[in-house]
Nanobody, 116 residues
C-alpha cells in the first residue's frame, strides 16, 4: 500500500517562505505525476502545482506562478513545494497528490497559515 507523508507546513508572516515535502513509500510501481493541491476553508480543493513524469512537464496555478516552485527527487520518491512571497490568501490545507497508473493517492494534508 502506497503512503504519502507530508511535512513542512506552519505559520508564516506575509512575504515569508515555506517549503513543503511529500515522501512516497510502499508499493510504488509507476508514478505518472506528483503534485500539490490546497483547500482553503469554505472553498473547493484546487490544484496548485504538478510535475508530470512522462514529459517532465510542469503546471502551476495562475495564482502561484512566479512564487511557488515544485521539484522532485526521483531517487527518494519525494516532491517539494517551495513557497515564496506568501500571501494571506495562500492560507489553506495543502495536500500531496500522486497519480500512479489508474490510482490516485492523497497525503493527510498539512496546514499553511499566512498571517501577521
Amino acid at each position: 500500500q502506497l503512503q504519502l507523508v507530508e511535512s513542512g507546513g506552519g505559520l508564516v508572516q506575509p512575504g515569508g517562505s515555506l517549503i513543503l515535502s511529500c515522501a512516497a513509500s510502499g508499493s510504488i510501481f509507476v508514478i505518472n505525476a506528483m503534485g500539490w493541491f490546497r483547500q482553503a476553508q469554505g472553498k473547493q480543493r484546487e490544484l496548485v502545482a504538478r510535475i508530470t513524469s512522462g514529459d517532465s512537464s510542469y503546471y502551476y496555478a495562475d495564482s502561484v506562478k512566479g512564487r511557488f516552485t515544485i521539484s522532485r527527487d526521483n531517487a527518494k520518491n519525494t516532491v517539494y513545494l517551495q513557497m515564496n512571497s506568501l500571501k494571506p490568501e495562500d492560507t489553506a490545507v495543502y495536500y500531496c497528490n500522486l497519480i500512479g497508473g489508474v490510482r490516485i493517492y492523497w497525503g493527510q494534508g498539512t496546514q499553511v497559515t499566512v498571517s501577521s
